[in-house]
């Protein structure tokens, strides 16, 4: 069995700071991803700090998709399925849904994310019209997205034996707006949910639970797409990644402060203290809109699958053997 060899975190200082809100302007944001891509370079202790992709990418089984077809909504959807050899002779486990970004199926994004690693059971959805609810270009409400969502559970339990306590949701842009939502809409529901350059219009928090939700949010500061700082696309306001991530430490009870450390050279990890469920943003120097890490992804200092790898271990979740 080959076993994956951990993604190397180099945490520089036990940065605390105890703020009102997201710590740290741009410019001194700039500084500290700086100072610790400059101390990273000058460490003697290479294997410390460079993970090859040979490493980083570890082998796992060939996956069989199967595609499936449900009427949820009042429409009839279509969504992948891939899971560990033996998850069909009842052998529980935990569930990830999987959400594409906007104008892309939900192939692609298995292709890029690599989520197939996951010991889970991976489910792919796609979007009617390539696209989820409630972003402005939707073609679907959030009831009917909603509606697909447990339509695709309740096949899945019909085939397989599902940890209830272990099911998750992630997503890229559109569909990471739309694993937020989930998270606000079902927090009974799932587990934990991961961010991926995601959109946060704001009916996406619009009506959300105050019901703590496990969070990882990923963003690139070089996004010119879903910027960092927020904006207007199709006429519409998102959020800027502080603003959402001020609001969930309020929904987590978190407390002031928050650590940050390093991740690679590029990434600076931020994470909440004291709070009733965790909360993590992993802001990535100069990363562009897209899954770090990924198939798509040249962002220097960004290693092979970092992405899937991040939300894996934050969702607890091994690799298939």
Not at 64 to 77: D, I, P
Not at 205 to 226: F, Q, R, W, Y
Not at 300 to 305: A, L, M, N, S
């Amino acid at each position: 069995m080959k076993i994956r060899a951990v993604i190397a975190t180099l945490i520089l200082a036990a940065v605390t700071v105890a703020s009102c809100g997201f710590p740290y302007d741009e410019e001194e944001l700039e500084s500290i991803n700086n100072r610790f891509a400059e101390t990273a370079a000058e460490s003697t202790d290479d294997e410390a700090l460079v993970t090859t992709e040979e490493d980083v990418s570890s082998s796992f089984p060939e996956s069989e998709t199967t595609k499936h077809a449900v009427e949820a909504g009042g429409l009839r959807r279509t969504y992948y399925v891939t899971a560990p050899k033996d998850a069909s002779e009842g052998t529980k486990y935990p569930l990830i849904y999987a959400f594409h970004g906007m104008a892309e199926p939900a192939k692609r994004l298995q292709h890029y994310s690599r989520l197939d690693m996951a010991h889970a059971i991976v489910v792919y959805l796609d979007g009617q019209d390539q696209a989820w609810a409630p972003a402005p270009y939707a073609t679907t409400t959030g009831e009917q997205d909603l509606a697909f969502v447990d339509a695709v559970r309740a096949e899945l339990d019909q085939e397989y034996v599902i940890d209830n306590a272990r099911v998750f949701a992630t997503g890229l842009s559109n569909g990471g707006g739309f694993a937020a939502y989930l998270g606000c809409q079902r927090p009974q529901q799932f587990t934990a949910i991961a961010t991926v350059a995601a959109a946060y219009y704001w009916k996406v928090s619009d009506e959300c639970s105050s019901i703590p939700m496990k969070t990882l949010d990923i963003h690139g500061t070089a996004d010119n797409v879903i910027e960092y700082e927020g904006g207007i696309r199709h006429d519409t306001a998102y959020e800027s990644v502080p603003q959402m991530l001020d609001e969930n430490a309020v929904r987590n009870h978190c407390s002031e402060e928050v650590s940050l450390s390093q991740v690679g050279t590029e990434g600076v990890r931020y994470k909440w203290h004291d709070c009733d469920a965790p909360l993590e943003h992993i802001r990535i120097g100069n990363g562009q809109h897209n899954w770090p890490g990924g198939a798509f992804d040249n962002t220097p200092g960004v290693v092979k699958d970092r992405t899937t790898h991040e939300i894996l271990d934050f969702f607890g979740i091994s690799y298939r053997e």
